[in-house]
Each structure stands twice: as C-alpha cells, then as structure tokens.
C-alpha cells in the first residue's frame, strides 16, 4: 500500500513545527476537529478508504468490463469496455491490524 505522506499543507501533530497544541499559522482557518495535541494522537490507523466499487448487481470489484461485439469488414470481433458509470465505492474499511502511519516521525527499529 503506497500511500504518500502530508505535503505540509494541513496541520498534523507529528510534524515538529511550532509548538505542539497549537495548529500551523500560515493564513487559513484550521478545522478543530483536526487540531490534536501530540500527547492525545496516536500513531496508528485504524481504517483506510477501500480501492473496491460496486456495480449494479451488488458485485464487488476493482474494475468492471462488459463484452461487446464490433463488426469490422464483415468479421464479429468480441472487445472488452470498461464500465466506469454507475459504479458504488465501497467506502472506509476497518484494518484487520492497525498500521503505523506514514508521516509517524520516530525510528521504530535500528539495524
């Protein structure tokens, strides 16, 4: 899972800039429901956005594709379209075991 860190926009509390309880100052209003302090964050996630969508028949997949028939110089040829309407993402799913964050600054293990 490659996800990528915080590119400095937005406030997180494992960034060492600026004191620790109050939210980065750079001209925009900082929402408090994401304003923690380092002493009540924690370093783990507990859920992720799932990658999966589902179709009209209630299947779950990452991609749908539906066979078509094009007929080109008098010859039937089966081609594959990719379905990209009425698909439904799945949503947020819990981890089965949390993971430590990307942006968690603090060396785990030393080799």
Known sequence: MGGSGS???GYWPFS???G???PAKDGQEQSLARVRSIR???P???TRRS???????????HEFYE??????NGRKKAKLKRIHKNLIPQGTIKLDHPCIHVD???VICEV
Not at 51 to 61: I, N, P, T, V
Not at 67 to 72: A, F, G, P, S
């Open 7 to 9: 590119k400095g926009k």
């Open 16 to 18: 060492g800039s600026g």
């Open 20 to 22: 620790g309880d109050e």
């Open 40 to 42: 009540n964050a924690t």
């Open 44 to 46: 783990f996630v507990f």
């Open 51 to 61: 990658s999966l969508y589902f179709d009209e028949d209630g299947d779950l997949a």
């Open 67 to 72: 066979e078509t028939v094009v007929t080109k």
């Open 104 to 106: 968690f600054p603090v």
